[in-house]
C-alpha cells in the first residue's frame, strides 16, 4: 500500500482492490479506530469512536502512505467457486425450463395438428373417426365437443339413410304391386278393345276391370295416407275426453261392418273411467286401417276379439284375430301399419302388434291425463 501511495482514506481505490478478490469482508483500523470497512466505505471515513480489540480476532500491520494501520480480513477460498457454481445453476435451471417449455409446445402442436387431420376427416365427410382426447386442458373440452358435433352429424346421417331406405322400400313395393293390377287391367282392356271374347263374358271381364281399377285405388290411397303423416311435425291434441265418449261410436260402427261382412266378433269393453287427449282425425283414420286390415287378413270363420282395459298408466283396445290361411290377391305393404305407428306415436301413445302362430294382435294404448278443471264463482 505504501509502494503504491495508498492512504487509508483512499477508501474508492481500496474498494476497486476489494472487489477484485475473493474477500468476504476487509476493515482498516488505526488505534482502535475504524478507518474503512468494505461493509460501508464511504461511512468509516469520518468515524471517531474507538472499538474493543478482540485477541481472538487475527491483525495484519499493513504500512499504508498515511501511516500503518490494522487489516483484518474474512476470506473464503470457496467463494468464487460458488459463485461460478450458483450462475452455472441458474444457466442450467433456465436450460431445463425452456426443454421442458419447448417439450410441451410441441407436444399441443402435434395434438392441434392430429385434430386437424380428423377435423379434415370429419369435413370429407368420413364420421367414423373418432375425436382423439388427450390431457385435460381448453384443447381437450375441445375436442369433446367436436366428437359430440360427430356423433350427431353420424346420427342424423343414419336417420336420414334408415329414412330413404324407408321410401326406397315403399315406392319398389307399391311400384310392384301397381304394376300387377295394371298389367292385367290391360290385357282385359286389350280383350275388349279387339273383341276377343264371348258375349255372355262381357259382364264378368267389366267385373274384373272393375275390381282391378279398385285395387289401383286403395293402393293410391294408401300412398296419400302414408305422405299424410307428417314425420318430424307435431300436432295440435284436442281437450282430454273420457274414453268411452272417444270410441264407443268407432267400435259400434265397426261391429255393424263386420257383420255385415260376415264376421262374427267378441266385445270385452271395460271402459275405465280416464279421459285421454287425440285427434279425432287421427283416431278415424286408425279405425279405417283397423277394420281394412281385418277385412283383408283375418279369417270370417273365427271371431275376431275386440278389448278395451286401463293398462300401465292409460287405457288400450285390443284387436285380436285368426289369420286367414287363404291365399291373398295382393301382398301386403305394411304401409298402414307403419302410418298406425306414426299417428300413435304423434298423440304420444303406442301401437303394438305381435303375431303368435296364426294369431295376431293389435294393441293402441293411449296415455290417460287429467281433466281440465273449469273454475268459477259463487
Same mark, same amino acid.
Given at each position: 500500500m505504501?509502494?503504491n501511495?495508498?492512504a #487509508?482514506?483512499?477508501?474508492? @481505490?481500496i #474498494?476497486r482492490?476489494y472487489?477484485?478478490?475473493?474477500l468476504? +469482508?476487509?476493515?482498516?483500523y488505526?488505534?482502535?479506530?475504524?478507518?474503512?470497512?468494505?461493509?460501508?466505505?464511504?461511512?468509516?471515513l469520518d468515524?471517531?469512536?474507538e472499538?474493543p480489540?478482540?485477541?481472538?480476532?487475527s491483525y495484519?500491520?499493513?504500512?499504508?502512505?498515511?501511516g500503518?494501520?490494522?487489516?483484518?480480513?474474512?476470506?473464503?477460498d470457496t467463494?468464487?467457486?460458488?459463485?461460478?457454481?450458483?450462475?452455472? =445453476?441458474?444457466? /442450467?435451471?433456465? +436450460?431445463?425450463?425452456?426443454?421442458i417449455?419447448?417439450?410441451?409446445?410441441?407436444?399441443v402442436?402435434?395434438y392441434i395438428c392430429?385434430l386437424s387431420v380428423?377435423? %379434415?376427416?370429419?369435413e370429407?365427410g368420413d364420421?367414423d373417426?373418432?375425436i382423439?382426447?388427450?390431457?385435460?386442458?381448453?384443447l381437450?373440452r375441445?375436442?369433446h365437443?367436436?366428437?359430440?358435433?360427430?356423433r350427431?352429424f353420424?346420427? %342424423?346421417?343414419e336417420?336420414?339413410?334408415? &329414412?330413404?331406405?324407408a321410401n326406397?322400400? /315403399?315406392?319398389?313395393?307399391?311400384?310392384h304391386?301397381?304394376r300387377?293390377?295394371?298389367?292385367t287391367?290391360?290385357?282385359?282392356t286389350?280383350?275388349?278393345r279387339y273383341?276377343?271374347?264371348?258375349?255372355s263374358?262381357?259382364?264378368?271381364y267389366l267385373?274384373?276391370?272393375?275390381?282391378k281399377?279398385?285395387?289401383? *285405388?286403395?293402393?293410391?290411397?294408401n300412398?296419400?295416407e302414408y305422405s299424410?303423416?307428417p314425420k318430424?311435425?307435431t300436432i295440435e291434441?284436442?281437450e282430454?275426453?273420457?274414453?268411452?265418449?272417444?270410441f264407443h261410436?268407432q267400435?259400434?260402427? $265397426?261391429?255393424?261392418y263386420?257383420?255385415?261382412q260376415?264376421? =262374427?266378433?267378441e266385445?270385452?269393453?271395460?271402459?275405465p273411467?280416464l279421459?285421454?287427449?287425440?285427434s279425432s282425425?287421427?283416431?278415424?283414420?286408425?279405425?279405417?286401417n283397423?277394420?281394412s286390415?281385418l &277385412?283383408?287378413?283375418?279369417d270370417?270363420?273365427?271371431p275376431? +276379439?275386440?278389448? #278395451?282395459?286401463?293398462k300401465?298408466g292409460?287405457v288400450?283396445?285390443l284387436? @285380436?284375430? *285368426?289369420?286367414?290361411?287363404a291365399?291373398?290377391q295382393?301382398e301386403g305393404?305394411?304401409?298402414?301399419l307403419?302410418? /298406425? *305407428?306414426? $299417428?300413435?306415436? *304423434?298423440?304420444?301413445g303406442e301401437c303394438r302388434?305381435?303375431?303368435?302362430?296364426?294369431?295376431?294382435q293389435?294393441?293402441?294404448?293411449?296415455?290417460s291425463?287429467? %281433466?281440465?278443471?273449469?273454475?268459477?264463482?259463487s
Amino acid at each position: 500500500m505504501e509502494e503504491n501511495d495508498l492512504a #487509508t482514506t483512499d477508501t474508492a @481505490q481500496i #474498494t476497486r482492490w476489494y472487489k477484485k478478490h475473493p474477500l468476504i +469482508l476487509m476493515e482498516v483500523y488505526r488505534s482502535n479506530i475504524l478507518r474503512y470497512t468494505s461493509a460501508a466505505p464511504e461511512e468509516a471515513l469520518d468515524n471517531e469512536t474507538e472499538v474493543p480489540y478482540y485477541t481472538w480476532v487475527s491483525y495484519y500491520e499493513v504500512p499504508f502512505a498515511d501511516g500503518t494501520a490494522e487489516v483484518v480480513i474474512y476470506a473464503d477460498d470457496t467463494y468464487r467457486f460458488f459463485t461460478w457454481l450458483t450462475v452455472l =445453476s441458474l444457466g /442450467m435451471a433456465l +436450460l431445463a425450463f425452456l426443454l421442458i417449455f419447448l417439450q410441451g409446445c410441441r407436444r399441443v402442436v402435434r395434438y392441434i395438428c392430429q385434430l386437424s387431420v380428423e377435423i %379434415q376427416a370429419m369435413e370429407g365427410g368420413d364420421l367414423d373417426v373418432a375425436i382423439t382426447f388427450q390431457g385435460n386442458h381448453e384443447l381437450t373440452r375441445l375436442a369433446h365437443s367436436l366428437d359430440s358435433m360427430r356423433r350427431a352429424f353420424q346420427e %342424423q346421417k343414419e336417420r336420414e339413410i334408415n &329414412i330413404f331406405r324407408a321410401n326406397q322400400a /315403399m315406392i319398389t313395393a307399391m311400384s310392384h304391386d301397381l304394376r300387377t293390377p295394371l298389367t292385367t287391367l290391360q290385357i282385359y282392356t286389350d280383350i275388349l278393345r279387339y273383341k276377343k271374347y264371348e258375349p255372355s263374358q262381357l259382364e264378368g271381364y267389366l267385373e274384373k276391370i272393375d275390381a282391378k281399377a279398385a285395387q289401383i *285405388k286403395q293402393l293410391s290411397e294408401n300412398i296419400f295416407e302414408y305422405s299424410l303423416v307428417p314425420k318430424h311435425q307435431t300436432i295440435e291434441l284436442e281437450e282430454p275426453r273420457p274414453f268411452r265418449d272417444v270410441f264407443h261410436d268407432q267400435l259400434s260402427e $265397426m261391429a255393424v261392418y263386420l257383420t255385415q261382412q260376415n264376421f =262374427s266378433f267378441e266385445l270385452e269393453l271395460d271402459w275405465p273411467d280416464l279421459n285421454i287427449s287425440v285427434s279425432s282425425q287421427y283416431i278415424k283414420r286408425l279405425m279405417d286401417n283397423v277394420l281394412s286390415n281385418l &277385412i283383408k287378413y283375418a279369417d270370417a270363420e273365427f271371431p275376431v +276379439l275386440i278389448a #278395451t282395459t286401463e293398462k300401465e298408466g292409460g287405457v288400450a283396445i285390443l284387436f @285380436q284375430n *285368426k289369420i286367414s290361411s287363404a291365399p291373398l290377391q295382393q301382398e301386403g305393404t305394411h304401409i298402414g301399419l307403419a302410418n /298406425m *305407428k306414426a $299417428m300413435m306415436e *304423434k298423440m304420444g301413445g303406442e301401437c303394438r302388434n305381435n303375431q303368435t302362430g296364426s294369431i295376431f294382435q293389435l294393441e293402441l294404448w293411449f296415455p290417460s291425463v287429467p %281433466q281440465k278443471i273449469q273454475g268459477g264463482c259463487s
